[in-house]
């Protein structure tokens, strides 16, 4: 008896855990994404594609979501060309130039709100431009 307990406790704890990660990943397909009105590929196309699978295989999506919404790290959807405040008050538009730097140094500028420091990437500037032209898709 004191068995079957202990395995209903399990089951009680562990399948809402499992449900909440699978939701946090949620659905990582190309075609699930571009169902999400959130994406667009704004003609930025097999970029934004190459962006995308790396956001998922580097691990971006863990901080970032797997729909660019956000969480521990800043929400990616309509981040392009947004005025982002940053950790000193001041505030700096996110164009192209200021989310590769977010990529490669991303201590450089803090976004007001997020201490957790991102871990700096080790990515080709191929590789950061695609992530640029996903981001920019996201809207």
């Known amino acids: 008896m004191k068995r079957g307990r202990s395995a209903l ?5 562990g ?15 190309p075609a699930a994404e571009r169902s999400d009105p959130a994406y667009s590929d704004g003609g930025a196309g097999a970029a934004a594609d190459r962006g995308h ?8 999506a863990a901080c970032h979501g797997a729909d660019g919404q956000g969480g521990v790290g800043q929400a990616w959807t309509g981040l392009a060309g947004s ?11 996110a164009d192209e130039a200021y989310l590769t730097e977010s ?4 201590t450089a500028k803090v976004v ?28």
Not at 9 to 13: C, E, G, I, P
């Open 83 to 93: 005025t982002v405040t940053l950790d000193d008050g001041s505030t700096v538009i």
């Open 112 to 139: 007001d709100g997020f201490a957790v420091a991102m871990p700096k990437p080790t990515l080709s500037d191929a590789e950061v431009a695609d992530l640029v032209a996903y981001i920019s898709s996201l809207t």
């Open 15 to 29: 399948v809402p855990l499992l449900l909440g990660l699978a939701t946090a990943c949620g659905n990582d397909s």
């Open 9 to 13: 406790r399990v089951l009680a704890l």
């Open 53 to 60: 699978e790396l956001s998922r295989t580097r691990g971006c």
């Open 103 to 106: 990529i490669v140094d991303p």
